[in-house]
T-cell receptor
């Protein structure tokens, strides 16, 4: 069964460093998302991406965040200068169309120290 | 802004009992999804509800959607320990890329 894959599964970084989280969505999907979940808390929307551009972004997704789809398969989230409060599980998701549910990757646990 | 609330936030129930989790949302939408999350794991899709009155069942779980009341329910029948997890509802925001807005989650603990 096709799945969304994310790498790395766990990343530890020092405050102020840049990180890139990588995702390979399901191949025929058109809509891509990043969400994050601080331990034990709600799943928060960060950004949606469709037709090679950002469709919507949340207040969390400030100038420190960016997304790219550099080729036909990868979808990346970059955090330019990490803060302690960026520590969370980051989930990538994709969906085929708006009448289908979103499929989530296994997540990248980001720890900022 | 779309708000999605679930109750209860935490539910401890004995095996064999029935219970219902509620999901209320604040603005019009006719697409709602239920997900399950085990500790430290990803979100697993359980149900996709795409219209008013939709009802889906899988094993001991049954989900329904009332778009007029802006309410979805997840009913658990004769709970078993394996159902212990956190359950999230998510509402489609019907925007350009239809982001999902998640509820607060209900942590279900089924005791033996």
């Amino acid at each position: 069964e096709p799945e969304v894959t994310q790498t790395p599964s766990h990343q530890v970084t020092q405050m102020g460093q840049e990180v890139i989280l990588r995702c390979v969505p399901i191949s025929n999907h058109l809509y891509f998302y990043w969400y994050r979940q601080i331990l034990g808390q709600k799943v928060e929307f960060l950004v949606s991406f469709y037709n090679n551009e950002i469709s919507e972004k949340s207040e969390i997704f400030d100038d420190q965040f960016s997304v790219e789809r550099p080729d036909g398969s990868n979808f990346t989230l970059k955090i330019r200068s990490t803060k302690l409060e960026d520590s969370a599980m980051y989930f990538c998701a994709s969906r085929e169309n708006v009448d289908r549910g979103a499929f989530f990757g296994q997540g990248t646990r980001l720890t900022v120290v | 802004e779309l708000k999605v609330e679930q109750n209860p936030l935490f539910l401890s129930m004995q095996e064999g009992k029935n219970y219902t989790i509620y999901c209320n949302y604040s603005t019009t939408s006719d697409r709602l999804y239920w997900y399950r999350q085990d500790p430290g794991k990803s979100l697993e899709s359980l149900f996709v509800l795409l219209s008013n009155g939709a009802v889906k069942q899988e094993g001991r779980l049954m989900a329904s959607l009332d778009t007029k009341a802006r309410l979805s329910t997840l009913h658990i029948t004769a709970a078993v320990h394996d159902l212990s997890a956190t359950y999230f509802c998510a509402v489609d925001n019907t925007g350009t890329a239809s982001k999902l807005t998640f509820g607060t989650g209900t942590r279900l603990q089924v005791t033996l």
